[in-house]
């Protein structure tokens, strides 16, 4: 997904929640936002699919679980309807299947509804400027289930353009990918192999086998 940077008073968000308390307060939390123009609401899949063929959003902040269609099949629909819409997930869950589709599925920003409220309004925020934003809790999530993983043929994709010096767009353009996706795969490797730079993650990957010079 690629990223504009909206000017201020121009950002049109949806928010997709069925719990009428939840929805409540997340609306009062866009209020008080910079940059943010519209907010429409949507209770049900149906009704956020209705409202994405009425205008084209620019945010969506969307649960895993709503009551006619799972949060995941409803953001594939959306996508084919608006495909750069910007993509925060806002979830309850966090058992370790869930994580791992939420990290799959390229959403710009993931916080958890344990999490504080700040670090949804800083998601909120990011994703409003065109980065993206994982949450606290929700990275240390990643960071446990990441521990037990192998590398995917992508992450092994961006992991090799790495090591051949290659910069995010230029990744990018190769993997026809967003930058922001390409940063995403960066984490993620870095998550993995437990480094904390880029010389690191090379030589941590060449030492386990994932590369070689």
Known sequence: MYHKTKQIGEVDILVIEDHQIVLLGLSTLLSTCDGIRRIDKATTAVEAISLAREHVFDIII??????????????????????????????????????KRMMNSGADAIVLKSDDIGELKKAIERVVSGDSYYSNRYEEYCREYEKQQILTERELDVLRAIAEGKKTAEIASELFVSNNTVEFHR???????????????????????????
């Open 62 to 99: 969307i649960d895993v679980e709503l009551p006619d269609m799972s949060g995941f099949e409803l953001l594939d629909r959306l996508r084919e309807i608006i495909p750069d819409v910007s993509v925060i997930f806002h979830s309850m869950h966090e058992e370790f299947w869930i994580i």
């Open 187 to 213: 984490k993620r490797l870095l998550r993995k192999l437990g480094a904390s730079n880029m010389a690191e993650l090379i030589k941590k990957a060449m030492e386990r086998g994932f590369m070689r010079l």
